[in-house]
């Protein structure tokens, strides 16, 4: 079945410092794939998404990924945190033809001053 | 501007009472989704629509029940018979005209049921 993990449902990290977040979906064929950003009581905003074009993806607030087909994998990234990056982060597929978008269970990301 | 409006952002019913959580788009979007979040468990679909007069139940339908007479407006009713209704509930919108497009998220309702 087609699914989404997201590893680590907590992440930490000083601010400054390097931002990974892992998405990994399960599928033989390639999806749309995007990252979602939800900040405490709110709506889910989008923060870049993959439409086979490029596949290193730059998206707002200076986060981008990389879809890696072998790997099944689109790896969000941020060189330098910040203490407004503190929010829970979604990754999301959805495949030609399809209406159903499939979410990972999310990444609560703390950054530490 | 453009947007997903959901009302109210905060709502509070009896146990055995049914309530409605309201969804608007002025976005033309043709398709239009209800999803339920709970800590830890990401998003659930509940309800999805494509065009108007037409849904089809997601992966929790069950003690739910929506309507899609308008193409801007997507309301979920919460019934008396789900079990479990206290949750954060999500409505977003998506062009079909895109195959690759982004859903756009409503800023969402948080139900409380005692």
């Known amino acids: 079945a087609q699914s989404v993990t997201q590893l680590g449902s907590h992440v930490s990290v000083s601010e400054g410092a390097l931002v990974l977040l892992r998405c990994n979906y399960s599928?033989?064929?390639?999806?749309?794939l995007f990252w979602y950003v939800q900040y405490p009581n709110q709506g889910l905003q989008l923060l870049l998404k993959?439409?086979?074009?490029?596949?290193l993806v730059k998206g707002i607030n200076g986060f981008e990924a990389e879809f890696k087909k072998s790997e099944t994998s689109f790896h969000l990234t941020k060189p330098s945190a910040h203490m407004s990056d503190a929010a829970e982060y979604f990754c999301?597929?959805?495949?030609?033809?399809?209406?159903?978008?499939?979410f990972g269970t999310g990444t609560r990301l703390k950054v530490l001053a | 501007d453009g947007g997903i409006t959901q009302s109210p952002k905060y709502l509070f019913r009896k146990e055995g009472q049914n309530v409605t959580l309201s969804c608007e788009q002025n976005?033309?979007?043709?398709?239009m989704y209800w999803y339920r979040q709970d800590p830890g468990q990401g998003l659930r679909l509940i309800y999805y629509?494509?065009?108007?007069?037409?849904?089809q139940k997601g992966d929790i339908a069950e003690g739910y029940s929506v309507s899609r007479e308008k193409k801007e407006s997507f309301p979920l009713t919460v019934t008396s018979a789900q079990k479990n209704p206290t949750a954060f509930y999500l409505c977003?919108?998506?062009?079909?005209?895109?195959?690759?497009?982004?859903?756009?998220f409503g800023p969402g309702t948080r139900l409380t049921v005692t």
């Open positions: 976005l033309n979007h043709d398709a």
């Open positions: 629509s494509q065009i108007v007069n037409d849904f």
């Open positions: 999301a597929v959805i495949f030609s033809g399809t209406y159903k978008y499939i």
């Open positions: 977003a919108s998506r062009s079909t005209g895109a195959p690759s497009g982004e859903q756009y």
């Open positions: 599928s033989s064929v390639p999806p749309y």
């Open positions: 993959y439409t086979s074009a490029a596949t």
